[in-house]
């Protein structure tokens, strides 16, 4: 009896932190908090504008169970809306213009009548308001001692199709409510942020001869061709200390995956097989995944840089055409119907290379181009559905999907 | 172009410099200072057009734009790049035309697929596409040398509609004649 229970503790440990486990957090067991607006200047659009902003910032951060409705009230007041007595927290906050014109923020958190924390924002132009509503949700997940939500603040680099052939490259922040198109004309495609500090990336450029992948340095402005291939030209992953990238070439008509040394500029090709190997993404910096036809359909095989050896790491699904890799962690495109004559669903899963459990991470569209957190704790995608474009963003360990919708145009790839 | 790319960038980096890269704190003046005057969009870059036909003279040979229209794009089936046996005539009529009349010119074959996945595999099918076309090409006789592969993707449609004839129409070979 007593073996019987260690065995079922041991399991029970060895599931808790695997993440392909859905963890169904029910709402009503989050915390309730309400949010309350004291603005004094601009407009009524305006400050709802940035009140949805912060509302949908709160949800994504996950641990509370928000209410949604907008309440006014004096910052000052000793006393909440009564509407929100009886919520556990609330959360006031006000949006102004200083003298000199700079948009100020300023928030406190209550909590049984109590102020639990404060804080203030000052930037110098209001259109850079959802950066601040980023901020402020991000500090009260810091405040409440939950995982870091440090990618909110990351910026996201998308590569948008306006016309066949016509892209754009556009900097944007997570919920792509701000937009900064940063290469236009021509066509331009997979743009890879070069480092961690996200003042670098790369991307693939149509504009010459051959495919070209080009630099850019966003500090000097300097943009510089790194190497070009005929045929094919993709980075498709960047080593954590930015020396070492994944590309996919194909200087003889034959897509396979080549290490590239950013300082020695040597390259070294990893894969030799026939058909199609793409999407090199490092695990650690000996091993990676990607993507291979080598059964006659796309899946995902694993190998390492050094070996010749592949493993195959996915056994479900009939076209697995895209993945993303966070240490035991794959989450990977699947192509959910056959039909090559009317529309088909493409979901993303997730598995563990430790168990053989796998976990559907959305249902329904075309999802792809999923790219892990750097943390692991965030899967970033790309929606289509209904002619819409969008930017998703899934919390695994809270269960819950977020979308972001494009306004015009089709994200084709992106990075974060 | 490169000047516009550049004052982007800048542009670019003025403003994230003063917005995202830290959590805004007060009085934080000096790295929102700059961001001022350069938060106007920048205007749209006018696209290059590149003088593929236009202008050619024709000094008593056909044009490039005239043999171009006489090559048949090579259509593909779904998720596949092999070339089908339907298929199979119309890359020896274009091989005839290219070894009669384009001999002189260098042949860029762009692969492209339909709208199914925007991933780097959907890029690879296309080039795939483009190589199983530049072998058989080969095959019949067509110079090596002078054919160049580029992969489109699914980001070169000439057909947009969301049906099983438009997707079909997009899974292809073009043909471009370069000087």
């Known amino acids: ?416 | 172009m490169k000047s516009i790319l550049l004052s982007s960038v800048v542009t670019a980096l003025l403003v994230f410099s003063g917005c995202s890269d830290k959590s805004p704190k007060v009085d934080d003046t000096s790295s929102v200072s700059s961001s001022a005057t350069t938060t106007q969009e920048v205007e749209a870059v006018k696209t290059e057009t590149v003088a593929s036909d236009s202008g050619m003279i024709s000094s008593g040979s056909e044009s490039i734009s005239d043999l171009e229209s006489k090559l048949t794009s090579i259509y593909f089936a779904f998720d596949k790049f092999n070339i089908s046996s339907q298929m199979k005539n119309n890359v020896s009529a274009d091989a005839a035309i290219i070894k009669a009349n384009a001999s002189s010119y260098s042949l860029k074959l762009e692969g492209n697929c339909d709208e199914w996945g925007s991933d780097e595999y959907n890029f690879a099918l296309g080039l795939k596409r483009a190589d199983a076309v530049k072998k058989a090409l080969v095959a019949e006789g067509a110079d090596s040398s002078k054919i160049t592969m580029v992969s489109y993707g699914e980001s070169n449609p000439t057909c947009t509609a969301k049906t099983r004839d438009c997707w079909s129409k997009n899974r292809r070979v073009d043909f471009k004649l370069l000087p």
């Open chain 1, 1 to 416: 009896m007593k073996a019987l229970f260690t065995l079922l503790f041991i399991i029970s440990l060895s599931f808790a932190n695997d993440a392909t486990i859905e963890v169904i957090k029910k709402v009503e067991s989050l915390p309730s908090l309400a949010v309350e607006e004291s603005s004094t200047s601009y407009d009524d659009t305006f400050k709802l504008k940035f009140f949805k902003s912060f509302i949908a910032d709160l949800n994504v951060i996950s641990i509370f169970n928000v209410d949604r409705h907008y309440r006014k009230i004096d910052y000052d007041a000793n006393d909440v809306v009564v509407e929100n007595k009886d919520m556990k927290y609330v959360l006031r906050y006000q949006v102004f213009e200083d003298d000199s014109g700079y948009f100020n923020a300023r928030m406190k958190l209550i909590k049984e009548s109590q102020e639990v924390m404060n804080k203030n924002y000052r930037i110098k132009k209001k259109d850079f308001y959802m950066f601040i509503s980023h901020a402020m949700a991000y500090d009260i997940n810091e405040f409440m001692g939950e995982p870091s939500v440090e990618w909110m603040k990351r910026k996201v680099i998308f590569s948008r199709v306006v016309a066949p052939k016509k892209s754009e490259l556009v900097i944007a922040d997570y919920t792509l409510s701000y937009q900064f198109v940063v290469v236009s004309g021509g066509f331009n495609v997979f743009p890879k942020w070069a480092n961690k500090a996200q003042n670098k990336f790369y991307y693939t450029s149509f504009d010459g001869d051959k495919p070209t992948l080009k630099k850019v340095d966003i500090k000097t402005g300097k943009t510089k061709s790194i190497i070009s291939s005929d045929g094919m030209m993709i980075c498709s992953d960047v080593s954590d200390d930015g020396n070492k990238l994944l590309l996919t070439m194909a200087p003889k008509g034959q897509p396979d995956i080549y290490l590239y040394d950013v300082k020695s500029k040597k390259r070294s090709r990893v894969t030799k097989y026939g058909g199609i190997d793409v999407n090199g993404q490092f695990i650690d910096d000996k091993n990676i995944v990607f993507i291979s036809n080598r059964l006659g359909y796309p899946n995902v095989f694993s190998k390492e840089l050094a070996s010749n050896d592949v493993e195959q790491m996915v056994y479900y699904g009939k076209s697995n055409a895209a993945c993303t890799a966070h240490n035991e962690y794959i989450v990977y495109k699947a192509r959910e119907s056959s039909n090559a004559f009317s529309k088909n669903t493409f979901n993303l899963h997730l598995i563990s290379t430790k168990t053989d459990f796998i976990r559907r991470l959305t249902a329904s569209g075309v999802n792809e181009f999923p790219r892990f957190s750097k943390d692991g704790n965030a899967i970033l995608f790309i929606k289509n559905y209904k002619a819409q474009s969008s930017i998703g963003i899934i919390r695994l360990n809270h269960n819950k999907n977020y979308l972001f919708p494009l306004k015009y145009g089709k994200v084709q790839s992106m990075d974060w």
